[in-house]
């Protein structure tokens, strides 16, 4: 079955440490900058989420990418990309609703979340189990559906 990543916004204290965990994972340095996961801060009203790839199910990233560097892992179910292949249009980036993709400018590539093969760093380090790796069955889907298009909402505000 399916597995998500799920982000409980009311758990995250924006202590950080799920983007130190995955910079580490995926790069050997404590540098958040080079995480795949962002930590979203909204001060002013106490609220803050991790934003990660979602794994859309019908993957908008997959779809424009001229090269064919975004697939879907079979065993994870994860999106994943081929350093090889990214050109670094960029044209995911663009396409995500979520802002989930990240850029790296020394490499001129893609970075995003891969879910560390099965095992993800965030969520094996979240002091406050704010991420967790569940069974996708229809209720959950729904749940990270309906977050998705809160968040999709409050991007859209930030961005204006
Ligand atoms: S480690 Fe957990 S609590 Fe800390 S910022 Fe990340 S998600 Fe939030």
Known sequence: MERVLLVD???CTACRICEL?????HTGAFNPAKSRITVETFLEDNFFFPLVCQHCEN???IEVCPTGSLTRNPDTQAVVVDESKCIGCRMCQIACPFGAVGYSASERKIVKCDLCGGEPECVT?????AI???????AVLAKRR?????LKEAMKEVKV
């Open 125 to 129: 380090f979240c002091p406050w189990q």
């Open 21 to 25: 965990a995955c910079s580490a994972k």
């Open 132 to 138: 967790t790796l569940i069974e996708a069955d229809d």
């Open 9 to 11: 916004p009311d758990k």
């Open 59 to 61: 993957a908008p990233c």
């Open 146 to 150: 309906a977050f998705g298009a809160r």
